[in-house]
């Protein structure tokens, strides 16, 4: 184990301003000190290193109440037995996301770390630290030679911890270590993976919001006239998302749960009922804090008012929803909703728990509670919610079904720059997000500078895909390649993550990102692709290779098709295709299995567009395909193609060849689509 199990040492932090430090032995007696008894247990269990502390404060008298404190009641230095190679640590940089630190030693690694990978020598290494009962455990800088774990309950005098410390998982890969550890909390803690919570159905169509094309100014006039533009344009967006700024507020407080009278003077009913009927648009949602507004909900106002019983008033005299009772609050709101035509909400400020709950309950339990009550609510919506500014590790272990958490800090169309910290952040948090959620990779522009990148992130994403573009800005022919005619999106399986190469690295400073992700290709078979990007100021060469995506067969031949050149080869499984990027550059590279006479491409004008095969036969000289959807289906083949059909009827003058690379056009339009080629 890369951890010693020889002694640790713990320093308690106790009211009074008592401090007590100790060196515990691992699996050993308890230790006994100033009153402070502990022991500690470092064992594995069903191949998970599982650590877990045992504290006991004999209760206090009168005169003498050195509990626990609330900052930084433990501090623990656990020596290393084995120095890593490299460390790449996914810590807070604000209360609500996580983002990458690349470090080279364990006295490097930033504070408030939820999830630490760390190359060894013939491993890598992941190590969470939990969230229990009461606290929370997060690593921290220290020395080089060990590893630093903070925990905290956000509330003082404790007296007793009874809690697992950390999750320690190994493989050959990051992906299979990440794995063992949540596979592990699915098994002993009813935990559910990605692949047991339901994606709801609007999720997998485009969708339009109002955030960054109106921010807290959204009117109906205003969404009635962007519903407009989208059927002028034809655009098949069939979601609409109501941003902050529809309720009555107080400062940074709710103070009706109805839409504002003024914003929305008729409510939200006739409008969306309007918008249904005339356009492609099936489903609304609306937006809004944990707390219903960001500092809760106004005191003496109609809101308070009505769920008077429902909330919880904080030390400070915030008034949020009870931990015990909010379930009544998020259904009372929904209901009101609902009835206005709403079908979904997304939830942002998640990971306030600390700030709303603070001394009054223990952060874990808070979070569990409160995670709790939402869902519970969101059933009045079928479950269906978009869980944001939620990546504290208290919330992302607390929900109990919901399918789909933001996976990054937000698309900032007004700062050209941030797209490869955008890219950052949402590339390497699904490394560990996407095992239990479908992750959002949040809304951008299709007018923007950087709209041709942030349509292939969306691509990959396997995730909603949705705009925020003002008035008259949206661009038809930024969406056309992630969506069918209908609107459909071409979801790929899982989230993008970095290939195995990039893991450790900083791709702002070093090579090029490599994300690799799969979809399905026919019956049975698994297609994929590598996006790569050069996030660094100057050329940077690379090679890719099928290899690199863990769900392809590197036994098997595939056609590598280069998306934006529009040409393609074949390549076995472990060989590689070399390349260069200029600084700010991108490529995209599908690969799609090779066949008996060819392989189909799919819908060639699409990202995902392999993902559009649903079955492959061949017959002699002649393959068969069933699409979903149709438009330009494109195959590589070194023979030639003398007759085509489509749905039965003869398509044959419709073939344009260039080399290898055969493309039959036809008209895009939803439903299956039948082809069959004979071939020379």
């Known amino acids: ?21 100790a060196d515990v032995p691992v699996n050993g007696a308890s230790c006994e000190k100033d009153g402070v008894i502990c022991s500690l247990t470092c064992r594995e269990e069903g191949g998970i290193v599982r650590a877990a502390i045992d504290l006991r404060i004999p209760t206090p008298t009168l005169t003498d109440t050195a509990a626990l404190s609330m900052e930084e009641p433990v501090r623990m230095s656990l020596p290393l037995e084995e120095r890593p190679e490299r460390i790449t640590a996914f810590y807070m940089f604000n209360p609500w996301w996580t983002r990458p630190a690349f470090v080279g030693n364990t006295g490097d690694i930033p504070e408030k770390t939820q999830l630490a990978l760390f190359k060894m020598k013939d491993r890598v290494t992941c190590l969470l630290p939990m969230v229990g009962n009461a606290f929370k455990s997060t690593l921290a800088g220290g020395e080089p030679d060990e590893i ?27 992906a299979e270590a990440v794995h063992k550890i949540f596979m592990y909390l699915a098994e ?225 169309p007004a700062k050209e720059e941030s797209f490869a910290e955008h890219l950052l952040q949402n590339a390497y948090n699904a490394i560990y997000h996407n095992e239990i959620y479908c992750c959002d990779w949040d809304m951008f522009w299709t007018s923007h500078p950087h709209a041709g990148k942030h349509a292939l992130l969306r691509a990959m994403s396997g995730g909603p895909v949705y705009v925020s573009d003002r008035i008259g800005a949206t661009e038809l022919k930024t969406l056309k390649p992630l969506a069918y005619a ?76 280069d998306y934006r050149k529009g040409t393609a080869m074949t390549l076995t499984g472990a060989e590689t295709l070399a390349g260069s990027l200029e600084a700010g550059d991108y490529g995209w590279f599908v690969f799609v299995p090779e066949g008996k006479n060819g392989s189909c491409l799919g819908l060639r004008d699409k990202y995902a567009g392999f993902t559009a095969v649903e079955a492959s036969f061949a017959e002699g000289d002649t393959d068969t395909h069933i699409l979903h959807g149709s438009g330009d289906v494109a195959f590589f083949s070194a023979r030639k193609p003398v007759r085509a059909a489509a749905n039965g009827a003869d398509v044959t003058g419709q073939i344009e060849s260039a080399g290898n690379i055969h493309t039959l056009r036809l008209p895009e339009r939803a439903g299956k689509t039948v082809v069959s080629i004979t071939w020379e």
């Open 486 to 561: 209908d609107g459909e999106v071409l979801m790929m399986e899982r989230s993008a993550q970095p290939a195995e190469e990039c893991i450790f690295s900083d791709p702002m400073k070093d090579g090029v990102l490599k994300l690799q992700n799969c979809g399905r290709y026919g019956i049975v078979e698994k297609a994929g692709g590598i996006a790569v990007f050069n996030l660094t100021g100057e050329r940077q060469d690379y090679r890719i290779s099928p290899a690199e995506v863990p769900e392809l067969d590197p036994e098997r031949n595939y056609i590598v098709y």
């Open 148 to 174: 630093t774990l903070v925990m905290s309950a956000c509330l003082g005098g404790i007296t007793h911890v009874g809690e697992t410390l950390f999750l320690i998982g190994e493989g050959r890969t990051a």
């Open 1 to 21: 184990m890369m951890i010693a199990d020889t002694s640790w040492h713990i320093r308690f932090n106790r009211q009074q301003n008592t401090v007590t430090e």
């Open 188 to 412: 002993t803690a009813g935990l559910r993976l990605r692949s047991e919570r339901e994606l709801p159905e609007m999720f997998r169509y485009l969708g339009w919001c109002s955030w960054d094309a109106f921010y807290t100014d959204v009117t109906e006039t205003k969404i009635r006239e962007k519903a407009a533009e989208l059927v002028e344009k034809q655009v098949p967006v069939r979601w609409i998302l109501i941003d902050d700024g529809w309720f009555g507020a107080e400062e940074k407080m709710i103070a009706d749960l109805a839409p504002d009278g003024v914003k929305f003077p008729n409510g939200f009913k006739a409008m969306t009922d309007d918008i249904r009927k005339e356009t492609s648009v099936r489903w609304f949602g609306v937006w809004h804090a944990l707390g219903g507004y960001w500092d809760g909900v106004a005191p003496g106002s109609r809101a308070a008012l009505d769920e008077a019983g429902n909330l919880f008033h904080d030390l400070s005299g915030r008034l949020v929803p009870d931990p015990e009772r909010g379930a009544y609050f998020y259904r009372d709101w929904y209901d009101i909703l609902r009835r206005e035509g709403i079908d979904f909400v997304k939830v942002d400020g998640q990971s306030a728990v600390p700030f709303y709950y603070k001394n009054a309950y223990p952060l874990a339990e808070a979070a569990r509670k409160i995670n709790f009550s939402l869902e519970s609510g969101v059933t009045k919506m079928g479950g269906a919610v978009i869980n944001c500014m939620g990546m504290a590790m208290e919330n992302i272990l607390a929900r109990p079904s919901s399918a789909v958490s933001r996976n990054s800090d937000d698309f900032l």
